[in-house]
């Protein structure tokens, strides 16, 4: 029986052992993480992280082939694939600060697996990490005197948060890089016959290792990219009259463009885009390439100009000033589906309306929790109400940050007749119905389009 373990069990490491073991009872799948909190809920119904069909999946598997554990060690030392699925924030310290990747609990990682391991290992590198990582670390786990074999694949995840179970499920396609050696093409036929499982074999790409960890990084930046190019229209739409949605309509029909990823918003969030882009910049960066570290960095610099361009318009059009006034935020999450706040545009959003003295109540389905650990510092001034007609009652303005579905569904009559006039709402993904919002009587204001005011 073949037994993967896989340091790390969050939003990647969790959902794609959970579907690996759903799909391959014969393999044993063992997850291990140091926080004992999120090993202890992996086994509950109460998952550490929200996502929609992932419980399905964990039942199915939990304690046939699949189990959770904090003994890392154990872990490692009776696998023959380790999965490493573990964080790798932005460096906000020495050299690279606010670019290149921490690698420290990739490297820490890599000692262990080096330490413990009495057989020889596949090792798979799953997280996002800059370009020749894994070299450093076969060096790191060949170092020393354990004569035992370790060999790295690179295996980058395209999952989105939101649709993980639907991703990891069916995927466009599966990356894995290995060693042009005789070992390294026998490891990456190990790992082409798990996912063979269930992916058909065309879906299944293979290159070599370097190929594969950047290829994670550029569909990430070009992803990005796109977000950010509709969103420097959606200000010039908003400026001309135009209308977004129409143009995104109208290019999207293109088939050489193709219509996804191009709904303007108040910005990208997410733990993948702004560290993979600003990762592709200091590898650029490292390589002299100045000119396309410049290109890549302007698609970050456009989203936080995005953020700050939606709270500037909130300040305009209610009157220059938002001090003492409510404002309630509908979505903290950075995107529908997900309890995940990292690098959610609302964090923005949020801090710079405080910073205006309004009195900021922040509501979401799922997100509360995270939301309360992002604003830590500013707890006197922001509060949390989890039912959105709580939130807006009494507020000025209703700032919509997350297209959460069943905001589509609110009453928003009633929400009308209990805010202070006049009301106005601020919708960041445009998903409300602004005509009908317009005739309640609210100043509708949106991305990439007109606004909507009764005011003369
Ligand atoms: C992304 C990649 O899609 C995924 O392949 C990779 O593995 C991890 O990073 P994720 O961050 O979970 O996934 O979400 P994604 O759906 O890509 O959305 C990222 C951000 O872009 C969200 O804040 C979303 O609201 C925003 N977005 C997306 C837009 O503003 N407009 C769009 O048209 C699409
Ligand atoms: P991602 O979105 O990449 O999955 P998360 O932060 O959700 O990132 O998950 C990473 C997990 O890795 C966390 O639960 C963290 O506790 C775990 N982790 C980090 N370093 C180690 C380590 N050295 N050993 C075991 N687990 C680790």
Redesign the pocket.
Known sequence: MTKICC????????PTMAMIAKKCPDVQVMV????EE?IVAWQTDDL??YEPGLLEVVQEALGRNLFFSTD?DQGIRDADIVFV????PTKTFGEGAGYASDLQ?WE??AR?IKEVSTSDKIIVEK??LPVRTAEAMERVLHSGDNPVHFEVLSNP?FLAEGTAIEDLEDPDRVLIGGHETESGQKALQTLVDIYATWIPRERILTTNVWSSELSKLTANAFLAQRVSSINAISALCEATGADVADVAHAIGTDSRIGSKFLKASIGFGG?CFKKDILNLVYLCETYGLQAPADYWRQVVAMNEYQETRFVTTMLRSMFNTIASKRIAIFGFAFKADTG?T?ESPAIRVCRELAGEHAKVVVSDPKAIANARVELSDLLDQIGFEEDPYAAAEGAHAIALLTEWKQYKELDFQRIYDSMAKPAFIFDGRNMLDHQALFNIGFEVYSIGKGNKTHLK
């Open positions: 340091i790390g069990a969050g939003y990647v490491g969790g291990v993480d140091i926080n999120r550490p992280i890392v699925s573990v964080n790798t609990y820490l990682c262990r997280s996002t995840e733990s995940d990292r």
